[in-house]
């Protein structure tokens, strides 16, 4: 289930709604930076990539067979570098009039760009996602692109920051075209 929703019946959003994000100027445009929720999800996959490192630790240390642990060295450090990005790293959208760009940091995470003038339209879209257990909602800023493709510029936490993500996007591309 998907919902394609527009901020453009919104006149004003004086302020984020959220604490994790924070608007400001720049030259010749603005940036949003957010800061990522670590989660329980980033809590267990650290704890987990924890436990394979001291499992790793601990059979080099054991056994004559030290290749067999360095598969469970090399997926414990993936985790806890995954772990480490959820509490670290915050993301910064950076809008002027020639592009929009996403960074990560202070650990590297594949960041984007995009030129503005190949965006034609911006939106937020809320997917019901699923599995055995538990459903949840995806909060995504998308871009449609000149050539009709879309590219997901931000998932969001909630609804409240892809919208105020969309509205600030939006807002600021209209008056610099």
């Known amino acids: 289930m998907t919902d394609q929703g527009s901020t453009d019946h919104i006149d004003e959003l004086p302020y984020c709604p959220c604490k994790t994000m924070k608007l400001e100027t720049i030259p010749g445009g603005i940036a949003i930076t957010r800061r990522w929720q670590f989660t329980a999800t980033y809590k267990v996959l650290g704890g987990l990539g924890l436990l394979l490192v001291v499992a790793f630790l601990y059979g080099f240390l054991t056994s004559a067979n030290n290749w067999f642990f360095l598969i469970w060295l090399i997926a414990g ?13 915050s993301t910064r959208v950076s809008v002027t ?43 995504a800023v998308v871009a449609v692109l000149q050539n009709g493709k879309e590219m997901v510029l931000e998932n969001c936490d909630d609804d409240s920051q892809a919208l105020f993500l969309d509205f600030e996007l939006t807002h600021f591309l209209g008056k610099a075209k």
């Open 77 to 89: 450090l993936c985790l806890l570098y995954i772990s480490l990005t959820g509490y670290f790293n």
């Open 97 to 139: 009039k020639n592009e929009i760009a996403i960074n990560h940091g202070p650990l590297p995470w594949p960041g984007k760009r995009v030129l503005s003038n190949e965006v034609t339209r911006l939106y937020f879209r809320k997917e019901k996602q699923k599995n055995q257990v538990n459903s949840w909602f995806n909060y």
